[in-house]
């Protein structure tokens, strides 16, 4: 168990509909971070939250949103679901500095039909 | 065109080889990280380098940093099934913010 959870692990949904994965961080992590992962683009950096406030965007799309909540976990939603949003989504938190490495959740599964 | 280049992409090998993989920039680093990502699980951190030319050694796995920090390797002595995985270089890019680019990762399977 790294401490960083995740849920849900597996999901499957429709096109066209919406989705919240929710991360939980290793407690006294105050930085979440939310990768998405597939076989042809590997690990793409999507959003950072610091402490409730978003600090940085990466390769995110605008039907992607997420949020961090004053107990620090945070959701990533995702709508408007369309079959290449298949991935496996990861959330990881640090400490201040990333020199000290990221701790990852298991990820969710997202598989679009 | 991706920040880290590693090699090779996939590398299938017997129990008990040796085995090197590499991750390649065209930009200075000023650490490196490594991590190995098991099936069903997220990436979890092996070792971070920082000074150029430093080895470090982790069982049978030994990294090393290039002196021009530019380039690091990864090698594993007789390596055992349980080493199978995809193994991931990552650096920490501080532009105004910081995160960490992977590199696009080693699929290393290794048979009994």
């Known amino acids: 168990d790294s401490g960083v959870t995740q849920t849900p692990k597996h999901l499957i949904t429709a096109t066209g509909q919406r989705v919240t994965l929710r991360c939980s961080p290793r407690s006294g992590d105050l930085s979440v971070y939310w990768y998405q992962q597939s076989l042809d683009q590997g690990l793409q950096f999507l959003i950072q939250?610091?402490?409730?406030?978003?600090?940085a965007k990466g390769n995110i799309l605008e039907r992607f949103s997420a949020q961090q909540f004053p107990d620090l976990h945070s959701e990533l939603n995702l709508s408007s679901l369309e079959l290449g949003d298949s991935a496996l989504y990861f959330c990881a938190s640090s400490v201040a500095s990333i020199n000290y490495g990221y701790t990852f959740g298991s990820g969710t599964r997202l598989t679009v039909v | 065109t991706q920040l880290l280049e590693q090699s090779p992409q996939f590398l299938s090998i017997q129990e008990g080889e040796n085995l090197t993989v590499y991750c390649n920039s065209s930009s200075v680093f000023s650490s490196l990280q490594w991590y190995r990502q098991e099936p069903g699980e997220g990436p979890v951190l092996l070792v971070t380098v920082v000074t150029g030319g430093e080895v470090k050694k982790l069982k049978r796995l030994t990294f090393q940093f290039g002196d021009a920090r530019k380039d690091s390797s990864l090698h594993i002595t007789a390596a055992q099934p349980g080493d199978t995985g995809l193994y991931l270089c990552?650096?920490?890019?501080?532009?105004?913010?910081?995160?960490?680019?992977f590199g696009t990762g080693t699929r290393l399977l290794v048979s009994p």
């Open positions: 990552a650096l920490p890019r501080d532009t105004g913010f910081q995160k960490l680019v």
């Open positions: 939250y610091y402490n409730g406030e978003e600090r």
